[in-house]
């Protein structure tokens, strides 16, 4: 099946500070989207973004199928972004996601 | 409010005791699913449904049952939870799953699970 790697695992950031998060996928895919799981659990949706670009106030991601990546970015972050941050894909033909392990993100203040 | 419910968000139970949580939507979603997280292993898909009636295996099905009989509720079973089975347990929720592109999934709070 698919292979789904993130990086980087880890990141610790002071508030303030930008950062990019990457997505790297096996397969050409028709489905990816990027979910922030806060501390207490909770997976939020940030982006849905098989192709392209797109910005939600401080974050933005890009994808690009071609080369089999996406790129999260996170700008002026704050102690809120703390978390892991997931991307999951889904290939042609597949009905079950794959979900890469996660960048788990600390913002100190 | 558009949202994914489950209950209970927290279970202590014992091994062989049957037990179900419940998913519920009400964004008339088509498609349903369940997951299940654990440390170092990530998100994975235990039952999907497609639809009323419609439902298939994920990744980890063993020792789960589901069932979609109705298009707002998608509840998993566990007919003789095992040690094995304690973990984090995530609905979701998909308008399609189809090419159209509306595969933007929406997640339920969680339930903690442990079975001793």
């Known amino acids: 099946g698919i292979q789904v790697e993130q990086s980087p695992p880890d990141l610790i950031l002071q508030e303030g500070a930008n950062s990019t998060l990457r997505c790297n996928f096996s397969?050409?895919?028709?489905?990816l989207q990027w979910f922030h799981q806060n501390p207490w659990g909770q997976l939020i949706n940030l982006f849905y973004?098989?192709?392209g670009t797109k910005q939600n106030g401080r974050l933005s991601a890009t994808t690009v199928a071609t080369e089999r990546y996406s790129l999260l970015y996170i700008s002026s972050s704050q102690t809120t972004d703390s978390g892991v941050y997931f991307c999951?894909?889904?290939?042609?033909?597949?009905?079950?996601?794959?979900f890469g392990r996660g960048t788990s993100l600390i913002v100190h203040p | 409010e558009a949202q994914v419910t489950q209950n209970p968000r927290y279970l202590i139970t014992v091994t062989g005791k049957k037990l179900t949580v419940t998913c519920s939507q009400n964004?008339?979603?088509?498609?349903m699913s369940w997951y299940r997280q654990d440390p170092g292993l990530g998100l994975r898909q235990i039952y999907y449904?497609?639809?009323?009636?419609?439902?298939d295996k994920g990744d980890v099905p063993e020792g789960y049952k589901v069932s979609r009989k109705e298009k707002r509720n998608f509840p998993l079973i566990l007919e003789s939870p095992s040690p094995n089975q304690t973990s984090l347990y995530f609905c979701?929720?998909?308008?399609?799953?189809?090419?159209?592109?509306?595969?933007?999934?929406?997640f339920g709070p969680g339930t903690r699970l442990t079975v001793t």
């Open positions: 979701a929720s998909s308008l399609d799953f189809g090419g159209s592109g509306t595969y933007e999934q929406y």
């Open positions: 397969d050409s895919v028709n489905n």
């Open positions: 973004i098989p192709s």
């Open positions: 999951a894909v889904r290939s042609g033909g597949s009905y079950i996601p794959t």
């Open positions: 964004m008339n979603h088509e498609y």
């Open positions: 449904s497609m639809n009323v009636e419609v439902t």
